[in-house]
């Protein structure tokens, strides 16, 4: 058994519990941004392979107290790193501090760089090299104010990269977080989904996705095929088992809109790329105007947070009408809106059932939730539609160093 931390978006940590307990990892211990766990290197492979939620999957390494960079530089050097991964490898180093009194974070970092290659050039007389853009190896150096924990990651690229880069609008959701937000919605295969600003897609196709049960990891590499430690049959049991798992592409009762065609070719190219298209639905149409297309279902969205000059007006206009709508067209559905906008339940003019606290890397949002029921507003003549055209950690844990 070895010890690792998952990191996740803050607020989503409940959720990367069940994640990680679902792949079977033991004594998983819940942090902000992330869950402490104990677990073999096939529960580490299944997690970096099912969950949807997860950032990062870091093997911790070593732990020990510090007061200067020389007691990290011999922490480091301790470490027998021909274990881990060959010297003919890339790697990378990062620090992540918090309350740490060390001055420079570069100087640290470029010392456990030092100590890695210095154990390689003692022990084969060779040192692995540096690539800051796409390593083999990724390693981190988290530091508090009096501990130092060092990492190497087992996802490589972040989680949220399904496999394929899309065509993403101003503002996107990483993949994560909005499958976190489908998951806290309610909303469960099967059920009907609507996101009337869908930009370029990202909840429709987390939608799809878990629609078809694939993955999120199935058609991306991982950092831990490149440690020493990989056990190729292992993970390829586990692949095998991930892709028998997947149900044959049909029509979903998902359906995706927006008033921006730009967007909604993107939105589109994406499901295309992704081998959706067909399953989910496009419409060209403001949110207003949109009908649902069930009795009953989700309606899920991330709507503009109004930063630039002059928006915050227009979704003053904007939330009042959409709440008409809502109450007018859409009795028996729940309506989910996750923004930074604090105004947001007062001007759409109904009660949240339930607020969710969660953040976009650093922004604090909220997920508001609100259960559409009929009411004394419902329009009693049907109107066209318009537009349609068919240790502890801290919380570092859930920020992306690559980004």
Not at 286 to 293: E, K, L, N, T, V
Request: net charge neutral.
């Amino acid at each position: 058994m070895f010890q690792f931390f998952a990191s996740c978006p803050r607020g989503l940590e409940t959720l990367l519990v069940e994640d990680l307990t679902a792949a079977g990892a033991l004594r998983v211990a819940q942090v902000p941004g992330g869950a402490q766990f104990t677990a073999s290197w096939e529960a580490c492979y299944r997690a970096n392979l099912h969950s949807s939620v997860a950032t990062r999957i870091l093997w911790r390494i070593a732990h020990n107290r510090y007061t200067r960079e020389e007691d990290i530089y011999k922490m480091a050097l301790a470490i027998s790193w021909t274990d881990i991964f060959d010297p003919s490898q890339t790697i990378r180093c990062d620090t992540v501090a918090t309350r740490s009194p060390l001055r420079s974070l570069e100087f640290v970092t470029l010392r456990v760089k030092d100590a890695i290659c210095d154990r390689f050039r003692a022990s084969t007389g060779i040192r692995p090299s540096v690539d800051t853009r796409d390593p083999d190896v990724r390693i981190s150096l988290h530091l508090t104010e009096d501990e130092a924990t060092l990492y190497v990651d087992t996802s490589g690229n972040p989680l949220w990269q399904r496999g394929e880069r899309l065509d993403t609008g101003e503002a996107p959701l990483k993949e994560n977080l909005a499958a976190g937000i489908l998951r806290l919605s309610g909303w469960q295969p099967g059920m009907a989904l609507l996101d009337p600003m869908c930009g370029s897609g990202t909840f429709l196709l987390e939608a799809a996705q878990m629609a078809k049960g694939e993955a999120p990891g199935l058609n991306r590499t991982f950092g831990f095929e490149r440690l020493a430690s990989f056990d190729p049959a292992i993970w390829r049991d586990l692949r095998n088992e991930a892709a028998a798992r997947v149900q044959p592409l049909t029509k979903l009762p998902i359906v995706g809109s927006d008033i921006d065609g730009g967007l909604l070719r993107k939105a589109q190219a994406n499901l295309r790329r992704a081998g959706l298209e067909g399953a989910v639905e496009l419409k060209h149409c403001d949110a207003r105007d949109i009908r649902p297309h069930a009795a009953e279902g989700i309606w899920v969205t991330n709507p503009p947070y109004g930063v630039r000059i002059g928006e915050a007006n227009e979704l003053a206009e904007l939330y009042p009408e959409l709440g008409d709508h809502l109450k007018a067209e859409f009795a028996g559905w729940t309506a989910c809106f996750f923004s930074s906008d604090t105004r947001l339940p007062k001007l759409i003019g109904l009660r949240p059932d339930r607020k969710t606290p969660l953040y976009n890397g650093k922004l604090e949002c909220r997920l508001y939730q609100f259960r559409i029921v009929a009411g004394f507003n419902r329009r009693t003549t049907a109107q066209p539609q318009q537009g349609q055209s068919g240790e502890p950690l801290p919380d570092w844990a859930s920020e992306d160093l690559d980004q």
